[in-house]
Nanobody, 128 residues
């Protein structure tokens, strides 16, 4: 059974850092591009970051470029999102995502794709 379990969310102040983690099971992790999406109150789910199967190619939305870093560990079957210099506009539920034989750039356009595996989400709240 496919499972993606996020952790690491919480309350932070502007300028703080948080590290989100996603533990994957039930599928061959290294065959999948992995990513993070988020959904803020009143908004649709949007792309944040993605990483290729081997961790060598990453892709970010403009608003987090230079502040967030995505990485993966194909031994532990985990993907992480290191968030620095957090801003109030980063407040959202963050979702881990996985898609078979997909490039990082392609995954960035799949916020509504039914062939994406999704985690349950973890809340990140950033205060001013």
């Amino acid at each position: 059974q496919v499972q993606l379990v996020e952790s690491g969310g919480g309350l932070a102040q502007a300028g703080d850092s948080l590290r989100l983690s996603c533990a994957a099971s039930g599928f061959t992790f290294a065959y999948y591009a992995m990513g993070w999406f988020r959904q803020a109150p009143g908004k649709e789910r949007e792309f944040v970051a993605a990483v290729s199967w081997n961790g060598e190619i990453t892709y970010y939305t403009d608003s987090v470029e230079g502040r967030f870093t995505i990485s993966r560990d194909n031994i532990k079957n985990t993907v992480s999102l290191e968030m620095t210099n957090l801003k109030p506009e980063d407040t959202a539920v963050y979702y881990c995502a996985a898609r078979y034989h997909t490039t990082a750039q392609t995954l960035s356009m799949m916020a509504l794709d039914r062939n994406v595996y999704w985690g349950q989400g973890t809340q990140v709240t950033v205060s001013s």
